[in-house]
Nanobody, 116 residues
Framework: QVQLVESGGGLVQPGGSLRLSCAASGSIFSINTMAWFRQPPRKQRESVAVITSSGSTSYRDSVKGRFTISRDNGKNTVSLEMNSMKPEDTAVYYC??????????WGQGTQVTVSS
């Protein structure tokens, strides 16, 4: 059984920063890609940032230059540093992993609200 536990969400003012973390535990032998998705109110879930096992990263255009994804392979964690936040970043944020066996797991989600 694999579990993903996210933390770090909350309320932040426009222009502020938050750091999300996601820890994977359980029967994990290896993790390929790790990613953050988000689901804004009344919208579909969308990809935010992805990081491969070798450390290559990709971002959706609207967060480039503001968000940074990173991972710690020894601890099976993935983080998302969010700076210069905007109201349109408001969403439930989810972490997702693909294991070396090609199995996908999702976290339970953490609310991020950007508002003055």
């Amino acid at each position: 059984q694999v579990q993903l536990v996210e933390s770090g969400g909350g309320l932040v003012q426009p222009g502020g920063s938050l750091r999300l973390s996601c820890a994977a535990s359980g029967s994990i032998f290896s993790i390929n890609t790790m990613a953050w998705f988000r689901q804004p109110p009344r919208k579909q879930r969308e990809s935010v940032a992805v990081i491969t096992s070798s450390g290559s990263t990709s971002y959706r255009d609207s967060v480039k230059g503001r968000f940074t994804i990173s991972r710690d392979n020894g601890k099976n964690t993935v983080s998302l540093e969010m700076n210069s936040m905007k109201p349109e970043d408001t969403a439930v944020y989810y972490c997702r992993i693909f294991t070396g066996r090609g199995v996908e797991y999702w976290g339970q989600g953490t609310q991020v609200t950007v508002s003055s």
